[in-house]
Antibody, heavy 119, light 109 residues
Framework: EVQLVQSGAEVKKPGESLKISCKGS????????IGWVRQMPGKGLEWMGI????????RYSPSFQGQVTISADKSISTAYLQWSSLKASDTAMYYC????????????WGQGTLVTVSS | EIVLTQSPGTLSLSPGERATLSCRAS???????LAWYQQKPGQAPRLLIY???SRATGIPDRFSGSGSGTDFTLTISRLEPEDFAVYYC??????????FGQGTKLEIK
C-alpha cells in the first residue's frame, strides 16, 4: 500500500528554524517526484516546489524560491521541507504528494503537517 | 505562469442534482494536463480526474471531466451527500511549476 506519512504538528516562534518530513512507503521512493503544497488557514492550495529523490533534481515555485529548501534522503525514503527563519505568515498546513513524472498529477498525498508560527 | 480561475466560487445544490464546475486557464494547458481534486474538511486533497477527462482509480463514474485548451469542466451527474466539498483544478504541464485554481465550494442547498 502506497503511503506518505508526514511528521507531526509544530508550534514555533518567529525567527526559528524548522524541518518537516514526508516518509514514503509501499513504492519505489526514488522513482517518483515528491511535491510540497501549502494551504493557509481557510485558503486554497499553493504549489511550492518538487524534488526527484532519485537524483535530487529540485524545482521551486518563484513565490517560494529562497524562502524554503526542499531536500530528500533516499536512504530512508524521506523528503523534507525546511525554513531557516520562520515568519507568522508561514502558519499553514503543508502537504506532500507524489507524482510519477512532472507531466502526471499528484496521485497520493500525505496527511498534512500543521505549522503554527506565533510569538 | 498559467493562472487558473474557477467558477463559481460557491455552488449550492441539493443531493440528486447535477453539478457543473468550471476552470478557465489564462493560456492554453499543454496536452490537457489538467487535473481535478476534491478536498473535504480536515482531509488532504484527493485526485479525481487527470488528463482533463480520465477518472483516477476508484473514482465513481458520476464524476466526469471535459475540455481542452483554456476551458475545462468537472461534472458530477447526481450529487451524493459525500460529494459536498471543495474542488480544485490544477495544471501540471507547464514546467517548472504547477498551479491550482482558487477552488469551488460545493455546498448543500
Amino acid at each position: 500500500e502506497v503511503q506518505l506519512v508526514q511528521s507531526g504538528a509544530e508550534v514555533k516562534k518567529p525567527g526559528e528554524s524548522l524541518k518537516i518530513s514526508c516518509k514514503g512507503s509501499g513504492y519505489s521512493f526514488t522513482s517518483y517526484w515528491i511535491g510540497w503544497v501549502r494551504q493557509m488557514p481557510g485558503k486554497g492550495l499553493e504549489w511550492m516546489g518538487i524534488i526527484y529523490p532519485g537524483d535530487s533534481d529540485t524545482r521551486y515555485s518563484p513565490s517560494f524560491q529562497g524562502q524554503v529548501t526542499i531536500s530528500a534522503d533516499k536512504s530512508i525514503s524521506t523528503a523534507y521541507l525546511q525554513w531557516s527563519s520562520l515568519k507568522a505568515s508561514d502558519t499553514a498546513m503543508y502537504y506532500c504528494a507524489r507524482r510519477a513524472t512532472v507531466t502526471n498529477p499528484y496521485d497520493y498525498w500525505g496527511q498534512g503537517t500543521l505549522v503554527t508560527v506565533s510569538s | 505562469e498559467i493562472v487558473l480561475t474557477q467558477s463559481p466560487g460557491t455552488l449550492s445544490l441539493s443531493p440528486g442534482e447535477r453539478a457543473t464546475l468550471s476552470c478557465r486557464a489564462s493560456q492554453s494547458v499543454s496536452s490537457s494536463y489538467l487535473a481535478w481534486y476534491q478536498q473535504k474538511p480536515g482531509q488532504a486533497p484527493r485526485l479525481l480526474i487527470y488528463g482533463a477527462s480520465s477518472r483516477a482509480t476508484g473514482i465513481p463514474d458520476r464524476f466526469s471531466g471535459s475540455g481542452s485548451g483554456t476551458d475545462f469542466t468537472l461534472t458530477i451527474s447526481r450529487l451524493e451527500p459525500e460529494d459536498f466539498a471543495v474542488y480544485y483544478c490544477q495544471q501540471y504541464g507547464s514546467s517548472p511549476q504547477d498551479t491550482f485554481g482558487q477552488g469551488t465550494k460545493l455546498e448543500i442547498k
